[in-house]
Structures are given as C-alpha cells and as structure tokens.
C-alpha cells in the first residue's frame, strides 16, 4: 500500500476552542480531506466521479481523540486501507503531530459507493476493486 501522507496541514488558532486545543470539527474535516487523496490512490478520482456520475458516503465513523493539538501544530494522516466490498470500503486514518510523531488520533470509516441520481448503493468497477485489492493492508498474524 502506498504509504505516503493523505493529508497534511496545520491547526490554525480559529480552529482552536474554548480549551486551547483543536475542535473536534476539525479533526473530522482533515480526516475528511484524508478521504478523498485514499480514493484517489484507487481510482475514485474527482474526475471518475463526476463523469460515472457515482459519489461516496460514510455509513459509520469511529474516532479515537488521543493527543491533543494546538494552534501552529503541523499534522499529517496517514491512511491505510482495511477492507474492499462489493460496494464498500473500510479504511483507517492515523493523525499525527508532523513534529513529534505523536499520534493525536485515528479514525475507521466504512463507506459506500453510489449512484448520486438514484441514491442507492452501487458496485464498484472491477478495475477500482483490483486497484483497491492490491493496497489492502496485511492481516496482523494470529495471536499477534
């Protein structure tokens, strides 16, 4: 699997609360530009989607908050993918403070891909599902 950034940038003191650490919004929205460089790498590319006329939505989202983030941190996610469906995909982003190394936090999506006219669940073409296959993260061995 490609293990190149899918995101970087920096936390800026607007995206900061009350607390002095990022909102939890934006870590959702860096995850969520995180997104769209992972599809990309399997051929969900803005193009493909405009012109199948096929989109992508999340059904379910975990997020794990471990190490807070402050204004002028540099962030970057990493993100590897666990599982391809028929229809779906699962992937996991690691946020990282760039300077430290700390993880921040993660997060496990599943998502669906889609006809946007007929909002209904589609399958993927073959050619995104062999893509997808070859980057699939290995299974962890037994009792590890």
């Given amino acids: 699997m490609e293990t190149g950034a899918t995101y970087r940038g920096t936390v800026y003191p607007w995206q900061c609360d009350h607390v ?13 530009e995180a997104n769209w460089n992972l599809f990309a790498r ?6 493909y989607l405009r012109q199948s006329g096929r989109g992508m939505a999340g059904v379910q989202q975990n997020i794990s908050y471990i190490k807070e983030l402050f204004a002028g941190d540099i962030v970057e996610v990493t993100s590897t993918l ?6 779906s995909i699962r992937f996991l982003h690691e ?9 921040a936090a993660t997060c496990e999506i599943t998502a669906v891909h889609l006809d946007r006219q007929a909002h ?9 599902r062999r893509t997808a296959a070859k980057q699939l993260a290995l299974p962890e061995p037994l009792g590890a």
Wanted: a negative charge; charged letters at 30%.
């Fill in 82 to 87: 666990l599982e391809i469906r028929e229809k």
């Fill in 95 to 103: 946020m990282r403070n760039a300077e430290t190394g700390e993880v």
């Fill in 120 to 128: 209904k669940s589609m399958p993927f073409e073959e050619m995104i």
């Fill in 42 to 47: 399997i051929g969900l590319t803005p193009s």
């Fill in 20 to 32: 002095g650490h990022m909102n939890i919004m934006w870590y959702v929205g860096k995850f969520d």
